[in-house]
């Protein structure tokens, strides 16, 4: 399968972001791609919350949504947006995932399930439960002959949640990101490279990258990742633009055969080691 990850650099205006997202999606799928992602934050990238709630609406009314149904199914693709914020309520949005069909169904969404609430070293706070309101769900989708495991940016730093995509026989992981510039120098490539080669699957993680209209910077380097950990494709820059890959679903069932830490997980207790270290001193005693 004929993969593509598209790099962009998302402004603070809906309508602006549509017909980036439009050209990127049919250039991807000119170039023979059946699967094509775009990064968490498609739809808008805006830190001030009221001009972000002046323009998301809800999921039946979104414009970013309804092209891309329209896309997918005018192309024939599988067409997956890493994010985009969708109202809830009046001050309550989520970061949701849409993947559509190739008829232009839209076969699953998915609400970010952990919240980027950090102070980074280099002064940036983000709080994004002010704003959004976390997932509950973990997915896992069929996507031709593939399983797919959806999450978005920060949920790559807890491996459970993949472990159990991986479990439940997603060979393809995803993490579509917007990894601030900070912490996507120290750690982008390592996390998307442990996911993969811990889990034996392929990883895909479209990225933001640049200086964004709201002050931002992210990371970009969108990411391809085989089941060994190896790098397939990289955008190794903070450009917008589109990256591409052969997945061969073969290299999943070889790489877990090398390592068949999937087959070998065994339940275990964990013990309060210092009340056990207490227990033998007394015992000598």
Not at 123 to 146: D, F, L, M, T
Not at 255 to 275: K, Q, S, T, Y
Request: net charge negative; hydrophobic share 40%.
């Amino acid at each position: 399968m004929r993969v593509a990850a598209i790099q962009m650099r998302t402004r603070g205006t809906i309508d602006s972001n549509c017909s980036d997202f439009e050209r990127f999606v049919r250039e991807a799928a000119t170039a023979g791609a059946k699967y094509v992602q775009t990064p968490e934050m498609t739809g808008i990238l805006q830190k001030s919350r009221k001009d972000l709630f002046s323009q998301i609406k809800p999921q039946e009314d979104d414009a970013l949504v309804k092209l891309a149904a329209s896309l997918a199914r005018e192309l024939g693709i599988w067409l997956h947006i890493g994010s985009h914020a969708i109202r809830l309520e009046e001050q309550k949005a989520a970061n949701r995932a849409f993947v559509f069909s190739p008829d232009g169904l839209l076969t699953a969404t998915y609400d970010k399930i952990h919240m980027f609430d950090v102070d980074l070293a280099n002064g940036e706070r983000w709080c994004e439960s002010n704003v959004y309101q976390p997932g509950k769900r973990s997915r896992v989708i069929e996507v031709e002959n593939a399983k797919v495991g959806i999450s978005i940016c920060y949920d790559v730093r807890f491996p459970d949640l993949y472990r159990q995509q991986a479990l439940a026989g997603a060979s393809i992981l995803t993490a579509p990101s917007s990894f601030t510039k900070h912490t996507g120098k120290a750690h982008w490539h390592l996390l998307m490279r442990a996911r993969a080669l811990e889990n034996g699957a392929f990883m895909i993680s479209a990225a933001q990258g640049g200086k964004h209209e709201d002050g931002r910077e992210t990371f970009g380097h969108s990411l391809i990742v085989n089941p060994w950990g190896e790098v397939v494709a990289e955008k190794a820059d903070e450009e917008p633009g589109i990256i591409f890959a052969e997945l061969d679903l073969d290299e999943v069932v070889t790489a877990r055969a090398r390592i068949p830490n999937l087959a070998n997980i065994r339940d275990f207790v964990l013990e309060d080691g210092i009340e056990n270290i207490t227990s033998v001193v007394e015992a000598a005693e």
